[in-house]
């Protein structure tokens, strides 16, 4: 089963590669679509969610090296390093979604504060209140 599953994938690698960019860069139009277009901050935060998710996939995406290994040096293993995936991007995405769910956190709590001072979540009824 997972030789057989290797083989497709080796086969349609561009396309899945493809598939990878496409979602990840639809993920991000539609979180910009919901920042930009929605007035509601709910979704707004929701949209900055969504975007930062498809940001995540493209940095992996980026990242990735077709029959790569671990970055781990072993005994037997110097020569493979040409073959190792890079760390980098996958280290600074697990940062960025630590980062992500803190600041939706933060960006909620500020939300929640707003809606019990303001009664409203919407940015047009908050804009026109006066102090």
Same mark, same amino acid.
């Given at each position: 089963?997972? *030789?057989? $599953? ?12 493809? +598939? ?10 539609? +979180? !910009?679509?919901? /920042? ?11 949209? !900055? ?9 493209? $940095?992996?995406?980026?990242?990735? /090296? *077709?029959? +790569?290994?671990? @970055?781990? $040096?072993? @005994? ?6 040409? &073959?190792? /995936?890079? @760390?980098? @991007? *996958? ?9 992500? $769910?803190? /600041? ?11 809606? &019990?001072?303001?009664?409203?979540? &919407?940015?047009? *009824?908050?804009?026109?209140? &006066?102090?």
């Amino acid at each position: 089963m997972q *030789q057989e $599953f290797h083989e497709i994938f080796v086969k349609y690698h561009e396309i899945i590669t493809l +598939g990878v960019y496409g979602t990840a860069i639809g993920l991000m139009l539609i +979180g !910009l679509y919901a /920042v930009l277009m929605k007035k509601n901050l709910v979704k707004i935060v929701i949209g !900055l969610s969504i975007l930062d998710a498809g940001l995540h996939l493209l $940095f992996i995406g980026i990242g990735y /090296v *077709q029959g +790569g290994t671990a @970055p781990i $040096f072993s @005994p037997g293993y110097e020569d493979a390093g040409s &073959k190792m /995936v890079d @760390p980098v @991007p *996958q280290a600074l995405v697990l940062t960025a979604i630590v980062i992500g $769910f803190a /600041v939706t956190a933060v960006a909620l709590s500020l939300i929640i504060r707003l809606y &019990k001072h303001h009664h409203t979540a &919407k940015i047009d *009824q908050i804009k026109s209140l &006066k102090w």
